[in-house]
């Protein structure tokens, strides 16, 4: 959607370069000690875009759903960043608990930029509309993969992490050149959400660990397996899976955490044995079909 929104206002982008090892280090050089894996890897993109545009956009999520809080690294996303990089940020602020909507935030984006309000309203429509699309073509993908005959795997977990070309990309490649139909958490049905989740637990407050756990409980008993990724030291991550865990046991489940980068053997070591353990239930089932 910000890509949209700028596009339709004419603003020339810049988005930093795909994940890399560089990237990580000097973000980890200016992190704290506790930051996760994830927050050190945001960081090393913004010194990535430090003097090469105007303004750096830097969201601050505290609430996307009322009643409820996304990670605190969000909330915190634009201030510690403008306290440890010195750029030209500008800022991306929602909190329905206090009424301040995702239409406020881009109205509010423009306003900075020197825009009317009628002009940011319409660049917010044909964004949003841009996503909806997007987001619907997901969805049939989704669907496609659910029904081939390979082994099929959710892969759960935060979008930061599934596409990061350091984290999440190393799995899903792997996955695909074992010719495993890859179904994705974040691909889910966002009107069943609440009602999957009530199914594992009343008392799950973090958005984005909502996401994750319905598409678990959702297609736990539609896939072959289920594999979790996870950034050390994820706080929300960390009871979410323990519930899942403790929730979840009529399907094989692994949980992939990535504390570091040099552990890559390590990972593909764990995918090889856990696909030859789906590899060999499928072949008792079709036996005990035939």
């Known amino acids: 959607m910000w890509l ?28 704290n000690d506790e930051a996760c894996l994830a927050l050190k890897m945001y960081l090393g993109h913004v010194l990535e875009l430090k003097n090469r545009c105007d303004y750096i956009l830097v969201p601050r999520l505290y609430s996307i759903k009322k009643n409820e809080q996304v990670c605190t690294n969000f909330n915190c996303l634009y201030d510690l960043t403008k306290n440890l990089i010195d750029a030209n ?29 009628i002009k940011s309203y319409r660049a917010y429509n044909y964004a949003k509309n841009k996503s909806l699309s997007n987001r619907k073509q997901k969805e ?6 659910l ?7 959710l892969l759960a977990g935060h979008p930061y992490n599934l596409y990061d070309d350091l984290i999440g990309k190393t799995i899903i490649k792997y996955l695909n050149e074992n010719n495993i139909s890859i179904i ?20 799950i407050h973090w958005t984005h660990s909502k996401e994750v756990m319905a598409s678990i409980n959702y297609y736990h008993d539609k896939v072959d397996g289920i594999i979790i990724i996870s950034s050390f030291p994820c706080g929300p991550d960390s009871l979410s899976i323990e519930l ?13 955490i990535f504390e570091d980068l040099n552990s890559e053997t390590g990972i593909i070591t764990r995918l090889e044995s856990f ?16």
């Not at 929104?5 to 200016?30: A, C, D, M, R």
């Not at 049939?140 to 993969?145: D, G, V, W, Y």
């Not at 029904?147 to 795997?153: A, G, R």
């Not at 899942?244 to 992939?256: F, M, S």
């Open 244 to 256: 899942v865990n403790h929730k979840i046991k009529d399907i094989p489940l692994i949980t992939l």
């Open 275 to 290: 696909i030859d353990i789906l590899r060999n239930i499928k072949e008792q089932q079709n036996v005990q079909n035939n």
């Open 89 to 117: 940020i500008i800022n991306y602020n929602i909190d329905l608990n206090t009424r301040k909507n995702s239409l406020l935030a881009y109205l509010n984006l423009g306003e900075i930029l020197g825009e009317s309000y």
């Open 184 to 203: 994705y958490s974040d691909g889910i049905d966002h009107t069943i959400i609440d009602s999957e989740c009530e199914k594992l637990s009343t008392d």
């Open 147 to 153: 029904k081939t005959n390979n082994i099929k795997i």
């Open 140 to 145: 049939i993908i989704q669907l496609a993969n």
């Open 4 to 31: 949209n929104f700028f596009k339709y206002l004419g603003y020339k982008t810049i988005i930093s370069p795909i994940s890399n090892k560089k990237i990580l280090e000097n973000g980890t050089k200016i992190a």
